[in-house]
C-alpha cells in the first residue's frame, strides 16, 4: 500500500455499474477487435454506443491500458455528454497517467452534475493533494466524509442497515485529509484523522491500512 497518498481506491468499487451480460457483450467485442467505430456505430444509436464505449473504456482502464481508455470515454462523451459516470471514469484514467489538470476538470464536471458523489470529491481531493494544494485537498476531503457519512446514516433511517456502516473507502478519506494535514503543518489534526481512521479500519476489517497507520503514528513526524 502507497504510504502517503492512496490514489484511485474508489475505482472498480464505484466506477461505473452494468450487468454480466452487458460486460460479456463488451469482452466479445473487445476479443473480436471490433475497434472501428463507426463500423459498429451503423448498427445501433449514439446512446447505445455510448454505453458500450463507456463498458470498453471502463475494461481498457481496468487492464491498466489508461490512454485507451481516456479515447472511449472521450469519444463516448462525444455522443452523450450527460453521463456523469463517463466524467469521473475519465479522471482516474487521467489521474492515473499524471493528467492532473484534466483529471480535476473530470472529477470537477462530476461533482456540478450530482453534489452528492463522494467518490469525485475524494479523488479529487487525492489529486489536490498530489499537487501540493493541500487546503484544497482537505476541502474536498471534509465533503467527501461528510457525504459518506450522512450516506450511512439514511441507510439506517431507510431500514436498509441495522446499526451504520461505514463505507469501504471512509477511513481512506481520514487517513488522507490525516496527512494532508500534517503535511500543512497542522499535526494535532492529522493525528486525529488518523487515529479516526485506524477505528473506521478496524470496523471495515481492513488490517493493511490498521497496520500502516499504526506504524506512521508510533514514527516520529
Known amino acids: 500500500m502507497h504510504k502517503g497518498f492512496v490514489l484511485c481506491i474508489a475505482f472498480l468499487e464505484s466506477v461505473y455499474t452494468h450487468g454480466l451480460a452487458r460486460v460479456q ?42 490512454r485507451g481508455a481516456i479515447a472511449d470515454f472521450t469519444r463516448a462523451l462525444e455522443l452523450d455528454s450527460s453521463n456523469t459516470d463517463l466524467y469521473y471514469n475519465r479522471g482516474i484514467s487521467r489521474a492515473a497517467i499524471g493528467d492532473y489538470p484534466g483529471a480535476i476538470a473530470d472529477f470537477t464536471q462530476t461533482i456540478r452534475a450530482d453534489p452528492r458523489s463522494a467518490d469525485a470529491y475524494y479523488n479529487r481531493g487525492l489529486v489536490y493533494s498530489i499537487t501540493q494544494n493541500r487546503q484544497a485537498a482537505i476541502a474536498d476531503f471534509t465533503q467527501a466524509i461528510h457525504i459518506y457519512e450522512v450516506h450511512a446514516m439514511m441507510n439506517v433511517l431507510l431500514g436498509e442497515t441495522p446499526t451504520i456502516v461505514p463505507n469501504s473507502n471512509l477511513p481512506y478519506v481520514y487517513y488522507n485529509r490525516g496527512k494532508a494535514w500534517s503535511a500543512a503543518g497542522v499535526t494535532l489534526a492529522g493525528i486525529t484523522d488518523l487515529r479516526r481512521a485506524a477505528l473506521l479500519a478496524q470496523q471495515t476489517s481492513d488490517r493493511t491500512l490498521v497496520q500502516l497507520i499504526q506504524t506512521e503514528l508510533r514514527t516520529p513526524p
Open 25 to 66: 457483450a463488451a469482452e466479445a467485442y473487445l476479443s473480436k477487435e471490433l475497434v472501428e467505430v463507426r463500423s459498429y456505430a451503423a448498427m445501433t444509436d449514439p446512446a447505445t454506443l455510448a454505453k458500450e464505449l463507456g463498458i470498453r473504456g471502463f475494461l481498457k482502464a481496468d487492464r491498466g491500458d489508461h
